[in-house]
């Protein structure tokens, strides 16, 4: 499985912007495909995970009602729509696919990795 990641950029405190992660190759041996992100001196944390097939979704606390993630089968792609970010959310952040649920991610259990996307939110 492959995953390209687009949408990073640079964006003021209290906007938005939309990632997308194009998923191609042997897709249907993953179960979710999600969301990572890692700060400059940080380790990676858990974003946000959704299900291939049923939809089901899952958010770490500090996302929840700020990020929004979807999907679309037909073409493959998930989408992360962060809405209020604020400096905290500046980091790369990596498209991820796993063959766990989105409430079973664990950084361990990703199977697959794409590359990051550098966000950047200026005060």
């Known amino acids: 499985v492959q995953l390209q990641a687009s949408g990073g950029g640079l964006v003021q405190a209290g906007g938005s912007l939309r990632l997308s992660c194009a998923a191609s190759g042997r897709t249907f041996t993953v179960y979710s495909v999600g969301w990572y992100r890692q700060a400059p001196g940080k380790e990676r944390e858990f974003v946000s995970a959704?299900?291939?097939?049923?939809?089901?979704?899952h958010y770490a606390d500090s996302m929840k009602g700020r990020f929004t993630i979807s999907r679309d089968n037909a073409k493959n792609t998930v989408s992360l729509q962060m809405d209020s970010l604020t400096p905290e959310d500046t980091a790369v952040y990596y498209c991820?696919?796993?063959?766990?649920?989105?409430?079973?991610?664990?950084?361990?259990?990703?199977?697959?990795w794409g590359q990051g996307t550098l966000v950047t939110v200026s005060s």
């Open positions: 991820a696919a796993s063959n766990r649920p989105p409430t079973g991610w664990k950084i361990y259990f990703v199977d697959y």
């Open positions: 959704i299900s291939w097939k049923g939809g089901s979704t």
